[in-house]
């Protein structure tokens, strides 16, 4: 498995600067009470993906309801910790850009911390959905 | 505008399931599961890819 993911995001611009954006709209949307972009997988089968709440979770924590943002989602400091590097990543120029990625690359070839991240996030999903499946749909839709 | 949503979501899981299959053949298991856990990140890589990927 390819240990390095996060890097090459952050050290393509375009794609760190597409994903930011979607991401503001989507949490800006989620936050003015519009309707966010809904799941594909929620909506096809019922069952929410390991991602749903996240949105409403990252929220949450900029709003400071820390309490609140776990119980949503336990990821959401994760995704907010990511999305601030994507913002760097698309906001800095070129020199600076690369050695971000470079210092990122570093620590996932030496940790594969991000290949663990997500590893523990489809534990996380897939506890929550054999320990209370109800109360976790109830919550997230 | 919960239906207006959940429309929404039920017409994109034709083109996530194509661009996600795309995405692990292209990027590996890594990018494939991240695609699987986010949805957006699949939806950008393929805008993204669309020309080369002919899709």
Not at chain 1, 2 to 25: E, H
Not at chain 1, 51 to 80: I, K, N, Y
Not at chain 2, 8 to 37: E, M
Request: aromatic content about 8%.
């Amino acid at each position: 498995m390819n240990r390095v993911l996060f890097a090459s995001l952050l050290g393509d611009r375009k794609m760190a600067t597409a994903i930011c954006g979607a991401a503001l709209l989507h949490l800006g949307c989620t936050a003015a009470g519009h309707f966010g972009w809904s799941c594909p997988i929620l909506s096809a089968s019922g069952v929410p993906c390991p991602g749903c709440g996240l949105s409403r979770a990252t929220l949450a924590l900029l709003r400071g309801e820390v309490r609140h943002a776990l119980t949503l989602h336990a990821f959401a400091p994760v995704l907010l910790g990511a999305l601030t590097l994507l913002f760097a990543a698309a906001v800095l120029g070129p020199e600076a850009r690369q050695r971000l990625s470079e210092i990122i690359r570093k620590i996932e070839m030496r940790t594969r911390i991000t290949a663990w991240m997500l590893l523990t996030l489809l534990a996380y999903w897939t506890l929550r959905l054999a320990l209370d499946g109800r109360q976790f749909i109830a919550l997230v839709t | 505008m919960p239906i207006l949503a959940k429309l929404v979501g039920l017409a994109s899981l034709v083109p996530f399931i194509i661009v996600l299959i795309k995405l692990f053949q292209q990027k590996g298991v890594l990018h494939g599961i991240l695609g699987i856990l986010c949805a957006l990140y699949t939806f950008i890589w393929g805008w993204i890819n669309a020309n080369t990927l002919n899709i």
